[in-house]
Nanobody, 118 residues
Framework: QVQLVESGGGSVQTGGSLRLECVVS????????MGWFRQAPGKERERVAR???????TYADSVQGRVIISRDIAKNILYLQMNNVKPEDTGVYYC????????????WGQGTQVTVSS
C-alpha cells in the first residue's frame, strides 16, 4: 500500500520561502512519477511541478523559476522548495505519485495548507 504524508505548510509573507516535504511509503515500488499539486479556494486543482524517475522535471508556468522539486531517494522524501512566494500561491498543496508508465497520479497525500500574505 502506498502512503504519502505532507508537511511544511504554513503562513508566509510575500517574497518569503517555504519548503514542503512529502514522505512516500511505497514498499518496493520506485514511483515512475511524483508531483506537487495545489488547489486554491474556488479554483480547480493544478499541477505545480513533476519529477520523474530519470530526475527530469517540469513546472507550471506560474511557478517557473520560483520553485524547485526534488527528491531524496534514500529517505523516500519528495520536496518542493518555494521561493519568492506570492499571494496567488495560497492553497492546499498535495503530493502525488504514479507507480507505472504512463504517468497516472493514483496516490495522493492529505494536503498541507500554504497561506501567503501580502
Amino acid at each position: 500500500q502506498v502512503q504519502l504524508v505532507e508537511s511544511g505548510g504554513g503562513s508566509v509573507q510575500t517574497g518569503g520561502s517555504l519548503r514542503l516535504e512529502c514522505v512516500v511509503s511505497s514498499g518496493t515500488y520506485d514511483p515512475f512519477c511524483m508531483g506537487w499539486f495545489r488547489q486554491a479556494p474556488g479554483k480547480e486543482r493544478e499541477r505545480v511541478a513533476r519529477i520523474d524517475r530519470d530526475e527530469s522535471t517540469t513546472y507550471a508556468d506560474s511557478v517557473q523559476g520560483r520553485v524547485i522539486i526534488s527528491r531524496d531517494i534514500a529517505k523516500n522524501i519528495l520536496y518542493l522548495q518555494m521561493n519568492n512566494v506570492k499571494p496567488e500561491d495560497t492553497g492546499v498543496y498535495y503530493c502525488a505519485v504514479g507507480l507505472e508508465v504512463p504517468c497516472r497520479f493514483g496516490y495522493w497525500g492529505q494536503g498541507t495548507q500554504v497561506t501567503v500574505s501580502s
